[in-house]
C-alpha cells in the first residue's frame, strides 16, 4: 500500500461518508405514470372477461347436459309409451278376436278362416308390384294361370284384358266378379230376405203381420220369450229401414244431387252402421240378458210399440225418457251452510240418462229417433195430435 492510498482511506473515514448502495423503498411511490395505469386496468379487465368467459362455457356445458338427460327420458317416455299403446292395441284385438268366436260358436256360425301368414307371422304378406296391394294368402294359393284366367274371363263375358292391368289386379277382378254373382244368385234365391233386412243378421225374422208387439207385453224372463222379442224388434227395424231406403232409391236424380238429398242419403247410411251393434246385442239377449239392462230394454220396447201403434208423440216421449231421463239437473249453488237442504237427496234419484252412458248406446238411440221421423211419414197416424213436430 503506496502513501496516497492510505491517507483516501483516513480522510474518508474522518469524514464518515461511506459509499454503500442505496436500497430502494418498498413504500408505494405517491405519483404514478399514465402507462402504468392504463396497463394495469387492461390486466384486470381482460382478466374479468376470462373470468366470464369460462363461467358462461362451464354453463352452457351444464345446459347441454341438462337437455340431452331431458332428451333421453323423453326418448325413453316415448318409447314405452309406444310399446304400451302397441301392448294394449294387441290386448284389444285379442280380445276383439276372442268375443267374435265366442259369439260365432254361440251362433252356431263357422270359424273364420285364418291366413297362414297371420297364425305364423313371420312371412310378410304377397304384393301386387304395380299398386302395392296386399295379396291374401288364400288368394295366393289358388294361383290361376294366364292362359286360363283369360279363358274364363271370356267366357263369363267379360274383358278379358285391361289397359295397364297385371295378372294379379286381374285375378282379383275375377274372384270379385264371381263373388257377385253369388251374392246375386243368393239373392234370387230368396229375395224377400235380402230386400226385407238391410242389416244382416242370424235372427230370423217374423213375417210382418206378427210383428206387433203387445200392448200389455212384460219383457220376458225366459229364454224362448226373449227369442221372440228379439225377432220382432229386429224385424221391424229392417222393415222400418228397407221402406227408407226404397224411399230414397225412388227420388229423381236432380233430388239425390242436393243437398237435402244427399243429407239424406249420409243419415240413412249412419242408421244402417250405428242400428248394428244392437242386432248384435240382439242376437245374444236370449243366451245373455245382461247385454240389454231392463232399463234399456223396456223403454225401447215401448217405443216400439208406439210406434207400430201410430202414437209417435208418445214413441217421442219414451225417447226423450230414454235419453235424457228424469233425474233433476241442479242449477247453481246446491249447499250452503253446515246443515242439508230438504230433499236434497232427491236431487240425485230418476232415470238414468243413457244417452251419456257410452258413445254406441248414444248412436243407437240417435238412430232409432231418425227411424221414428221416417216412420210417421211412412205411416201417418190417424190422430194428428200423435205427429210429432
Request: aromatic fraction near 4%; proline fraction near 6%.
Amino acid at each position: 500500500m503506496d502513501f496516497s492510498s492510505m491517507m483516501s482511506a483516513q480522510m474518508a473515514k474522518a469524514s464518515g461518508s461511506t459509499t454503500t448502495p442505496k436500497e430502494p423503498s418498498s413504500a408505494p411511490s405517491k405519483y404514478q405514470r399514465k402507462a402504468e395505469v392504463e396497463a394495469a386496468r387492461e390486466a384486470a379487465y381482460r382478466a374479468e372477461q376470462a373470468a366470464r368467459e369460462s363461467e358462461r362455457i362451464a354453463k352452457a356445458e351444464r345446459k347441454r347436459k341438462l337437455d340431452e338427460d331431458e332428451a333421453e327420458k323423453k326418448r325413453g317416455r316415448e318409447a314405452k309409451r309406444q310399446r304400451l299403446a302397441e301392448e294394449s292395441k294387441k290386448i284389444q284385438k285379442e280380445e276383439q278376436e276372442r268375443e267374435e268366436r265366442e259369439r260365432r260358436k254361440r251362433l252356431g256360425l263357422p270359424e273364420k278362416r285364418r291366413s297362414e301368414t297371420a297364425e305364423n307371422g313371420n312371412a310378410s304378406p304377397a304384393v301386387d308390384g304395380k299398386e302395392g296391394t296386399p295379396i291374401a294368402a288364400n288368394e295366393e294359393a289358388e294361383h290361376i294361370p294366364e292362359e286360363e284366367l283369360i279363358s274364363k274371363l271370356r267366357a263369363l263375358d267379360q274383358p278379358a284384358l285391361l289397359f295397364g292391368e297385371t295378372h294379379t289386379r286381374r285375378l282379383k277382378r275375377y274372384r270379385r266378379f264371381l263373388k257377385q254373382q253369388s251374392g246375386e244368385s243368393d239373392a234370387l234365391q230368396n229375395p224377400k230376405k235380402s230386400a226385407n233386412q238391410p242389416i244382416s243378421t242370424s235372427i230370423e225374422p217374423v213375417p210382418e203381420s206378427d210383428t206387433l208387439v203387445p200392448a200389455t207385453m212384460p219383457i220376458p224372463t225366459d229364454t224362448e220369450g226373449r227369442t221372440l222379442l228379439a225377432r220382432k224388434l229386429t224385424t221391424w227395424f229392417n222393415l222400418v229401414l228397407h221402406n227408407w231406403g226404397a224411399a230414397l232409391a225412388s227420388r229423381s236424380s236432380a233430388t239425390k244431387s242436393t243437398f237435402a238429398g244427399q243429407s239424406a242419403t249420409t243419415s240413412y247410411a249412419q242408421s244402417l252402421a250405428q242400428l248394428r251393434p244392437l242386432f248384435r246385442k240382439l242376437e245374444t239377449l236370449p243366451q245373455n240378458p245382461s247385454v240389454l239392462p231392463p232399463d234399456l230394454l223396456n223403454p225401447m220396447v215401448e217405443i216400439v210399440r208406439n210406434a207400430q201403434n201410430r202414437r209417435y208423440v208418445d214413441a217421442n216421449d219414451g225417447y226423450l225418457k230414454l235419453s235424457i231421463g228424469k233425474a233433476a239437473w241442479p242449477i247453481g249453488v246446491t249447499m250452503v251452510g253446515i246443515h242439508e237442504r230438504s230433499a236434497r237427496e232427491k236431487l240425485n234419484d230418476g232415470d238414468k240418462a243413457h244417452i251419456m252412458a257410452d258413445e254406441a248406446t248414444r248412436k243407437i238411440l240417435q238412430s232409432i229417433k231418425r227411424c221414428l221421423s221416417f216412420a210417421q211419414t211412412k205411416w201417418p197416424p190417424e190422430d194428428m195430435g200423435q205427429l210429432m213436430g
